[in-house]
């Protein structure tokens, strides 16, 4: 895996995961197999409620051609563009880590969006 991919994905885990579950999710998140898309959905129930807030517009959050990293745990995690990760995004399971553990994006199979800050 590409390091500065590994980087985004072990700080998403530490950052915005509660802290009793993030070991396992950074697991899920950075050893990507087959099996990681069944545990997509409880990734929701497994976020750090305090910082994470609902946004279904994003438009305000990052600028289209800003560069992050894109997992909706079927392919790879891959470096994409904002607006590019939108558009898979939505409707399904995928993160995109904008500012590694600092600023990502969670979206969620029932079209609904969060964004997740550290405070």
Not at 11 to 33: D, G, M, P
């Amino acid at each position: 895996m590409n390091p500065e991919i590994r980087h985004h994905l072990d700080l998403f885990a530490t950052s915005f995961v509660e802290k009793a579950r993030v070991e396992r999710w950074n697991l899920i998140l950075t050893k990507h197999k087959p099996k990681n898309y069944k545990h997509s959905a409880k990734l929701y129930d497994h976020l750090d409620r305090t910082c994470c807030v609902r946004n279904d517009d994003l438009n305000n959050v990052a600028k289209d051609d800003a560069l992050g990293v894109y997992y909706d745990f079927l392919e790879e995690a891959e470096l994409i563009t904002f607006a590019e990760a939108k558009k898979r995004g939505m409707g399904r399971d995928a993160i995109f880590s904008i500012i590694a553990g600092k600023l990502a994006v969670y979206f969620f199979h029932e079209v609904e969006n969060y964004v997740l800050k550290v405070k």
